[in-house]
């Protein structure tokens, strides 16, 4: 009985997350990626563009930039509109205006090892090759292999006009002009310094020091190992001296033809994989 009473108390309150639940208004900008994209760097580069009055931190992430499977519906009523929300999901016909994020999976695979060992999902020695056939096979997420997450949305969605592709790689050459092309996409028409301001902010040194303070305040960190940081080397490539030859393969064996179209070079095959053609297939109902 009390259980139950409870549970009505939370509902009445709205500190419920609303997860799938969540009710979406036509002006809602989705934050989507496959895990260990670069989605967390970018919700920080975000939060410090639309709210340059806050001090963003893993502390308030979740109320600036919400996760439907991690923020309060209280939260999401109380936000001003347009609201962006984060999500990694595999294609959403509901979400109305979208900005994906896509990374090299040679390098997502990597990141992905090193938070399952923080998370204590595996343990520290864990044979990468085994995590490596697990992440084809989409084991290691919920949210679908990472070809099945990335091609539901580039199938769907490339070319659109409510649509935003960005490349982590491309972030992190030159994160001020990728996020000249959020300012946009998000019609703040911030001016440059605004921008330059927002990504200093959100650098990774910064962001390292912010979870050392807030580790504890916040669900991506709080209940993880404190020996491992969750933000790691922010940079891109790493795969090339930490993925041995046969693992690469693996992955590449994969994904040939979606890896070819978004331009990450095949090492362990001939490079001619014909890349898929997106442009035609966009829904034209979203």
Request: some cysteine.
């Amino acid at each position: 009985m009390f259980s139950k009473l409870k549970g009505g108390w939370i509902m009445l309150r709205g500190q419920y997350k609303p997860r799938r639940n969540l009710r979406i208004w036509p002006d809602d900008i989705f934050l989507v990626s496959f895990p260990k994209s670069g989605n967390t760097w970018t919700r920080f580069l975000i939060a410090n563009l639309v709210h340059p009055e806050e001090k963003v931190g893993f502390e308030n992430i979740h109320r600036l930039v919400p996760d439907p499977f991690a923020t309060a519906k209280k939260d999401f009523d109380q936000m001003s509109r347009p609201r962006v929300i984060k999500s990694h999901e595999c294609f959403e016909p509901r979400y109305p205006h979208v900005m994906y994020i896509v990374r090299d999976p040679r390098d997502v695979v990597i990141s992905q090892y090193h938070y399952h060992r923080k998370c204590n999902k595996i343990e520290d020695g864990y044979p990468m090759e085994k995590f490596v056939s697990r992440f084809v096979t989409g084991d290691t997420c919920p949210h679908g292999s990472w070809g099945e997450n990335v091609g539901t949305w580039l199938t769907a969605r490339h070319n659109h006009p409510r649509f935003l592709l960005l490349k982590y790689e491309d972030m992190v050459a030159d994160a001020r002009r990728e996020m000249t092309r959020v300012n946009g996409f998000l019609g703040l028409n911030a001016d440059a310094n605004r921008v330059a301001e927002a990504v200093e902010r959100s650098s990774a040194e910064r962001m390292r020091k912010l979870e050392k303070e807030q580790a504890d305040q916040c669900g991506l960190t709080a209940e993880t190992r404190k020996d491992l940081s969750f933000v790691r080397a922010a940079k891109s490539g790493g795969w090339q001296k930490d993925l041995p030859e046969n693992l690469v393969a693996k992955i590449e064996d994969a994904w040939p033809h979606l890896m070819t179209f978004l331009g990450y070079k095949l090492v362990t095959r001939d490079g001619t994989a014909p890349a898929p053609e997106f442009s035609g297939l966009v829904s034209s109902g979203v």
